[in-house]
Antibody, heavy 119, light 110 residues
Framework: EVQLVESGGGLVQPGGSLRLSCAAS????????MTWVRQTPGKGLEWVSTISGGGGTTYYADSMKGRFAISRDNSKNTLYLEMNSLRAEDTALYYC????????????WGQGTLVTVSS | QSALTQPASVSGSPGQSITMSCTGS?????????VSWYQQHPGKAPKLIIY???NRPSGVSNRFSGSKSGNTASLTISGLQAEDEADYYCSSYTSSTSLIFGGGTKLTVL
C-alpha cells in the first residue's frame, strides 16, 4: 500500500525558514517523480514544485523560485521542501504527492502538513 | 499565470448527469493533452479521477468521464450519487509554469 506521510509544518515568523519532509513507502520511490502542492485554508490547490525520480531535474512555480528548494533522498525514501524567506501568503496545508507517470498527474497524496507564517 | 477557470459551484439531483468546465488558454489546456481532474472531500486529500484528458485510473468509477474542446476541458459525472458531493479541481501542464490548477468547483447533490 502506498503511503505518504508529511511532517515538519508549524508556526514560523515572516522571513523565517522551514523544512518539510515526506516519508514514502509501498512503491519504488526512485522510479517516480514527486511533487509538493499547497492549499490555502478554504481555498484551492496550488502547485509548488516537482522533482524527477533521480533528483536531477526540478521545477518550481514562479512565486516559489529562489525561495523554495525541493530535494529527495532515495536511500531514505524521503522527499523534502526547504522553504526560506517565508511570507504570510505561504500559509497553507502542504501536500506531497507521487506522480503517476511523467510529471503532471498525481495518483497518491499524503494528508498534508500545515505551515502557518505569522508574527 | 492565473489559475484555470472553473465555475464556483454546480449542482444536480441523484441519478442525473452534470458537466463542469475548466477553461484555460492556448498555452495550457489548448496545447497539451495533459489535463487531470481531482476530487476532494472535506478534510481529505485530493484524489485523481481523470488524467490525460480522458483516462480513468483503475478503481475510479466509469461514471466519471473527461473531454476537451479547444481551451476548455470538461468533467462529466453520470448517475449522480450522494457520495459525489465534493470539490473538483482540474489541472493542466503549461509550457511556462509547468503545472496549473483551476480554482475548484463545489458539486452539490440535491
Amino acid at each position: 500500500e502506498v503511503q505518504l506521510v508529511e511532517s515538519g509544518g508549524g508556526l514560523v515568523q515572516p522571513g523565517g525558514s522551514l523544512r518539510l519532509s515526506c516519508a514514502a513507502s509501498g512503491f519504488t520511490f526512485m522510479n517516480y517523480a514527486m511533487t509538493w502542492v499547497r492549499q490555502t485554508p478554504g481555498k484551492g490547490l496550488e502547485w509548488v514544485s516537482t522533482i524527477s525520480g533521480g533528483g536531477g531535474t526540478t521545477y518550481y512555480a514562479d512565486s516559489m523560485k529562489g525561495r523554495f528548494a525541493i530535494s529527495r533522498d532515495n536511500s531514505k525514501n524521503t522527499l523534502y521542501l526547504e522553504m526560506n524567506s517565508l511570507r504570510a501568503e505561504d500559509t497553507a496545508l502542504y501536500y506531497c504527492a507521487k506522480a503517476q507517470r511523467g510529471y503532471n498527474k498525481f495518483d497518491y497524496w499524503g494528508q498534508g502538513t500545515l505551515v502557518t507564517v505569522s508574527s | 499565470q492565473s489559475a484555470l477557470t472553473q465555475p464556483a459551484s454546480v449542482s444536480g439531483s441523484p441519478g442525473q448527469s452534470i458537466t463542469m468546465s475548466c477553461t484555460g488558454s492556448s498555452s495550457d489546456v489548448g496545447d497539451y493533452n495533459y489535463v487531470s481532474w481531482y476530487q476532494q472531500h472535506p478534510g481529505k486529500a485530493p484524489k485523481l479521477i481523470i488524467y490525460d484528458v480522458t483516462n480513468r485510473p483503475s478503481g475510479v468509477s466509469n461514471r466519471f468521464s473527461g473531454s476537451k474542446s479547444g481551451n476548455t476541458a470538461s468533467l462529466t459525472i453520470s448517475g449522480l450519487q450522494a457520495e459525489d458531493e465534493a470539490d473538483y479541481y482540474c489541472s493542466s501542464y503549461t509550457s511556462s509554469t509547468s503545472l496549473i490548477f483551476g480554482g475548484g468547483t463545489k458539486l452539490t447533490v440535491l
